[in-house]
């Protein structure tokens, strides 16, 4: 069965500076991988996703996440951050396929982004 | 387009009671689904539906039922309220299976039981 661990459960960071998000997964098959961000009072929005092909994988509002199999990480990154980045992010895990059509989430990781 | 349509936005239930939580969509998705986000324990898949008439169980059935007659609509329903189904709810749908096409959620039901 697959499982996805977030380390990180706050991150703080000052505007304009890099951050990572940490996301490990455990898996004995290939699967897909996501990060979802959610705003305050706010549903889950897709950040983006990787299926196949290119382990880089770039998304919205200049987030970009890498995909390494041999770590079974896909850690999400930004070079610069703004306030509005301030969220929760939910790095999540899902067979391939979607056969199940069942997605397994992470505990969050919340990004508290300072002026 | 109003998206995901969650009601109601906040409730406060007593232990026993029975409640319905409403979610209707308008994107005319095949998938739709329901999970429960408590704090620090990420997002938890109660039931899942695939298309009108079609139910399955997700990860944390015990305690609600779901129904799906329509394309649009896809209720929650707890019979016998307790405080462990204190939590935040949150209705998605999604065109296709998750790999082809994202999860789109609504703003969530905040429910207490006490």
């Known amino acids: 069965a697959q499982s996805v661990t977030q380390l990180d459960s706050q991150v703080p960071v000052f505007e304009e500076a890099p951050v990572e998000l940490r996301c490990n997964y455990s898996?004995?098959?290939?699967?897909?991988l996501f990060w979802y961000v959610q705003y305050p009072n706010q549903g889950l929005q897709l950040l983006l996703k990787y299926l196949s092909g290119s382990t880089l994988v770039k998304g919205i509002n200049g987030f970009e996440a890498e995909f390494n199999k041999s770590q079974t990480s896909f850690h999400l990154r930004k070079p610069s951050v703004h306030i509005s980045d301030t969220a929760e992010y939910f790095c999540?895990?899902?067979?391939?396929?979607?056969?199940?059509?069942?997605?397994?989430f992470g505990t969050g990781t919340l990004l508290a982004v300072q002026p | 387009n109003a998206g995901v349509t969650q009601t109601p936005k906040f409730r406060i239930l007593k232990i026993g009671q029975s409640m319905t939580l409403q979610c209707t969509q308008d994107?005319?998705?095949?998938?739709m689904y329901w999970y429960r986000q408590d704090p620090g324990m990420g997002l938890k898949l109660i039931y899942y539906?695939?298309?009108?008439?079609?139910?399955d169980k997700g990860e944390v059935p015990n305690g609600y039922n779901v129904s799906r007659s329509t394309t649009e609509d896809f209720p929650l329903r707890l019979e016998l309220a307790a405080p462990s189904q204190t939590s935040v709810y949150f209705c998605a749908s999604s065109y296709s299976t998750i790999g082809n096409s994202p999860l789109h959620f609504g703003n969530g039901t905040r429910l207490t039981v006490t």
């Open positions: 539906s695939v298309g009108a008439g079609i139910t």
């Open positions: 898996s004995s098959v290939s699967v897909y």
């Open positions: 999540a895990v899902s067979p391939p396929g979607g056969a199940t059509n069942k997605l397994i």
């Open positions: 994107m005319n998705h095949n998938y």
